[in-house]
């Protein structure tokens, strides 16, 4: 049931910042609304308060510079999907984009809400794990950055505090040019949150495995070596996540999937 709540849309990054001190937990930000709006109708948040984050000048900002490829809070999946610099650079994260929902969902859904969010289901998250990116966390009192590896605190839980929102994403430099493959697997052939999903990265010898929809957050692996057999591989991602049991599959299912899903990635991705 959607309820009457005051939308503020503010035109700078400092003034987010203002509004969000001012009403800390009474207000929820809106990127894309795609996970929010629907948590509002079945009535998981009642917030008074609903700040647009995507408003201010420079929030779509995506470019690729020295530091890497950086993302403002209301840059979408379809614009990852129609960058140039991502899809020539950081092939991994448009695998995971298009693997995110349907081309209507993609092009309101934001990469930053999609990591706030936090659901084990997350489809970017791989894809930021495995590239070594970080969060720009901004507040009234300053700045600090993340990694994302330790971004996720929980089921649907950051390490985000009221007062605080996701500034800018950033992949650095260094990770342009991994090879990287995801397979997701739905319980239909059309877009559906994944079972389990699994992202391997290769770079200069050096390999990544991001894992979602298997455990209560997604998990990088970065202990397999370039030499490990696939069994020892998938014997040590497995170890890394320990999968649970849910609505959508159980532990072994999953745990059986991922050893399907890591030793075909090891042989696809070069
Ligand atoms: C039909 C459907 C299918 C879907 N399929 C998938 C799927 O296959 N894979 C998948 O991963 N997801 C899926 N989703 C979930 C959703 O689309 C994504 O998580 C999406 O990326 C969320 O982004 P958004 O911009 O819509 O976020 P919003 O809904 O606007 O926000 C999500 C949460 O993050 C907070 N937030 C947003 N931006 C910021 C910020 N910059 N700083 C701090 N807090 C912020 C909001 O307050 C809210 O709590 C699906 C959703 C729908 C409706």
Request: charged letters at 25%; proline letters at 5%; hydrophobic letters at 45%.
């Amino acid at each position: 049931m959607v309820y009457e709540f005051r939308y503020l849309a503010p035109r700078t990054a400092t003034e987010l910042a203002t509004v969000l001190d001012d009403i800390k937990a009474d207000g929820r930000i809106l990127a894309g609304g795609t996970d929010l709006i629907p948590n509002i109708r079945n009535g998981v948040f009642k917030p008074r308060i609903v700040v647009d984050v995507k408003k201010f000048q420079g929030a779509d900002r995506m470019a690729f510079g020295s530091e890497g490829l950086s993302m403002g809070p209301a840059v979408t999946i379809n614009d990852v999907l129609r960058s140039k610099d991502a899809r020539e650079r950081y092939p991994s994260l448009c695998a995971c984009a298009h693997e995110l929902a349907s081309h209507q969902v993609r092009n309101r859904a934001t990469v930053a809400g999609n990591v706030v969010n936090a659901s084990p289901c997350s489809d970017m998250a791989p894809a930021l794990l495995c590239l070594g990116a970080r969060a720009v966390i901004r507040s009234a009192t300053g700045e600090r950055v993340v990694p994302f590896a330790n971004f996720f605190a929980g089921v649907k839980k950051t390490v985000l505090v009221p007062g605080e929102f996701l500034a800018t994403i950033i992949i650095p430099a260094e990770s342009a040019g991994a090879a990287g493959r995801y397979l997701k697997l739905k319980r239909i052939a059309g877009h559906d949150l994944g079972i389990v999903g699994v992202l391997m990265t290769r770079k200069d010898g050096e390999l990544r495995f991001g894992v979602s929809s298997a455990a209560p957050t997604p998990v990088l692996v970065d202990t397999v070596g370039a030499k490990d057999d696939p069994d020892e591989a998938a014997r040590k991602v497995l170890a890394s996540v320990s999968p649970i049991s849910d609505v959508r599959g159980t532990k072994e299912y999953r745990e059986h999937m991922i050893g399907v899903y890591v030793r075909r990635l090891l042989s696809e991705v070069e």
